[in-house]
């Protein structure tokens, strides 16, 4: 399984970027999928993620609620995650996560940072 982000790149503050991360190997059948970012002297921050359980699930953290959508599309096996009125703070660089066990996406607590595929991280820049 290969995933690959794209989209990345530098972009004002209030401006909108949308990431994309092609799935290679990975079916989509029963699965989570998701992003973390991580900013220079920051911790890992699960972002979003979509899980297949109870129906379909989908978690944002609270710094990106109302902002950020997370999407896929099942026939490109891509992932996208739609990023609005961007600040300085979500400057990071952006990695896109996948599993075969759905339950890897919580819907309180987010993406599991064990997620068996990572992708090789996008940089977000947002200058003030």
């Known amino acids: 399984v290969q995933l690959a982000e794209s989209g990345g790149g530098l972009v004002q503050s209030g401006g909108s970027l949308r990431l994309s991360c092609k799935a290679s190997?990975?079916?989509?059948?029963?699965?989570?999928i998701g992003w973390f970012r991580q900013a220079p002297g920051k911790e890992r921050e699960g972002v979003s993620c979509?899980?297949?359980?109870?129906?379909?699930?989908?978690y944002y953290a609270d710094s990106v609620k109302g902002r950020f959508t997370i999407s896929h599309d099942n026939v490109e096996n891509t992932l996208y995650l739609q990023m609005s009125s961007l600040k300085p703070e979500d400057s990071a660089v952006y990695f896109c996560?996948?599993?075969?066990?759905?339950?890897?996406?919580?819907?309180?607590?987010?993406?599991?940072?064990?997620?068996?595929?990572w992708g090789g991280g996008a940089l977000v820049t947002v200058s003030s």
């Open positions: 996560v996948a599993d075969h066990y759905s339950g890897s996406c919580d819907t309180r607590k987010g993406p599991y940072y064990g997620m068996n595929y």
């Open positions: 979509f899980s297949t359980s109870g129906g379909g699930t989908t």
């Open positions: 190997g990975f079916t989509f059948d029963d699965y989570a």
